[in-house]
C-alpha cells in the first residue's frame, strides 16, 4: 500500500510539473506594497454575523467592545486586510486546533456521523488507501441513512484513484464532481488544467466546517512526532494542522463550497438546509479567505499584509515553501526592522523538486537575519503562520506560486491573543523535532545540491 502511495504522489507531480511547461502564457500576483500607506487609516474592520455583514459604524456592543479590548495593532490589520481582500471579518465562532490525521479524522467522522441533512466534502486527494476506503464508507452510510453527501475532488490529486472507487460511491447516491478533468471531453467550463483545486473543507448540516492541509491518504493514518516524548516511531504520519470551527463563520465556508459546485457543475445539488441559522458558540474573530486563479489573490494579499505589518515576530510553519519576489522581500526587510522571523519548513520531503526550490532561498533569507529550521523525521504538510502574536492562519495555501496563482484554496484567518498562543505553542513544539540551518553549516553544503538548487529554481512558477 505504501509503494503504491508513492507512485500516486510521483504521478501527480509528473503530471503537474507538465501542464505548467505547457502553459501558453504566466500570470502574475498582484502588487500589494502600495497599498499599505492608504488603507492603514481605517480604524476598525467590519463585522458579520451569520445573517448580514455590518459596517464599522454600526459596530456596536459587543463588537465595538471587543475591538476596544484587543491588541492595539490587530484592529489595523484587520481593517487593512478587509479593505484589500473585501472579506469580512466574522464574530462569535469557536475555533478548535486539530494536529495530525488521527486527531482530525477522528474529529471529521465524528461529525460526518452524526450528520442529519447534508455533507459537504472538498478534497486535493482521496486516496482509495485503508482510511480511503474508511472514509468513504462512512460517507456511504450516512448516504444510505438519508443524508445527502456532496463531493468535490480534484482529478488531478486523484489521479491515481480507480475511477471504480468514486464510482462505488455514485452508485450509493453520492453527489460528486471531478474538478477540471484531464479529459477535457468531460469539462463544462474552459480547459485550464494548470489550475487545480487544493482546498480541503467539510461543512456538515451548515452548522461545523473543517479546514486546513489535511487530505482523505493513508499518510494521515498515524500521527507524527508532535507532542511525542518518543524520538522515532516504527510508523509516522505527516505533520499538519486543520481546524474545527463552530459558529456563524461555518456559512463563509459553505458559500466556499457550493460556489465551487455552481461554478464547474450544470447539474443543481438536491435541497439541503445548506444556512440553518447559526448562534454565536465563542468568542473568536475570523476571516474566511478563498482564491482562485481568476480573482483577486486575497489569501497572498493578506499574508503580504500581514508581513509588512509585524512588529515583533512572524512564525510560519509551510510545506512547500517558494516565496515570489514580494513575499520574500517583505520577510527580509521585517527581520532586518528587527522582527524575529522563523521559518520551519521540511526537512523529510515528498517532493524533491520543491524541496531544493525552496533551499535556493536559504542563502539570502540566512544573511537578512531570517532564521530556517528543518523539520526532522515526519514529513511536514502543515500551512500556518502567527504573527505577532495575535493574527494566525490556517489553511491549504502553501507560500509558493502554485498556491497563490493556479489553485483554488481557501485560509482561515483568526484575530485573537489566545487561539494565537496556542498556534504559539505548536510553533515550539515543531521547534523541538527541527534543526536550525546556520549560515555557517550551509555554505558547506555539496556542490550537487547546490546544482539541484538552481535547476528547481528555474522551475518555480510550475512547482
Known sequence: MGCDVSVNRILRFVVMIAIGLLASACAALPEVRYLGSPLAEQANPAAANAQRAVGARKSHSPLAGRWRNSHTDSAALAALEQAATGSPVIAGNKVTLLYDGPQTMAAMIEAISA?????????????????????????????????????????????????????????????????????????IVPWQLNNRDHRKILVVDGKVAFTGGVNISGTYANSSLFRSKARRASKVGWRDTHIKIEGPAVAALQWVFLDTWASRQSADLPDSNFFPPLKEAGDKLVRVLASAPDGDHEIYTAYVLAIQAAKNSIHITCAYFVPDAQILQALRDAARRGVDVKIILPGVTDNGLVFYAAQSFYSEMLAAGIKIYQLQVAVLHAKTAVIDAVWATVGSTNIDTRSFLHNNEINVVVFDEEFANAMEDAFVEDLRHSVEITGATWAQRPLGNRFKEWVARRLEYWL
Open 115 to 187: 450528520a442529519k441533512d447534508h455533507i459537504n466534502l472538498e478534497t486535493y486527494i482521496f486516496d482509495q488507501d485503508e482510511l480511503g476506503i474508511r472514509f468513504a464508507d462512512i460517507l456511504i452510510a450516512r448516504q444510505r441513512a438519508g443524508v445527502q453527501v456532496n463531493v468535490i475532488y480534484d482529478s488531478v490529486g486523484t489521479l491515481g484513484t480507480p475511477q471504480a472507487f468514486f464510482d462505488n460511491m455514485r452508485a450509493a447516491g453520492i453527489r460528486l464532481l471531478a474538478f477540471n478533468p484531464v479529459n477535457p471531453l468531460k469539462l
